[in-house]
């Protein structure tokens, strides 16, 4: 029984969305199911997809939160 956790960061994926879609989320949660059959022969099922929305100011990279990272990096260009 396979437990897929998928994490995504909550900035939506288009403009003036915040978060992904219910539709996005079910694609998400389709492709990854059908992979595991396709690559591994688990049932869907069987599967267990979790889609984890991480808030913005909950993630970073560089040392820095991903606000102050993206800041730096557009006062480089």
């Known amino acids: 029984m ?3 956790n998928i994490q995504i960061t909550r ?3 288009g403009p003036g969305r ?3 879609t219910a539709e996005e989320k079910a694609a998400l949660i389709k ?3 059908q992979l595991l059959l396709d690559v591994l022969n688990k049932p869907l099922d069987a599967t267990f997809v ?5 808030e913005l100011e909950n993630w970073g990279w560089g040392g820095l939160p991903v606000s ?3 800041k730096q990096r557009g006062a480089g260009k």
């Open 18 to 20: 915040s978060a992904a």
């Open 2 to 4: 396979p437990i897929v």
């Open 31 to 33: 492709g990854v199911s």
């Open 11 to 13: 900035e939506g994926s």
């Open 68 to 70: 102050e990272m993206r």
């Open 50 to 54: 979790v889609i984890e929305e991480v």
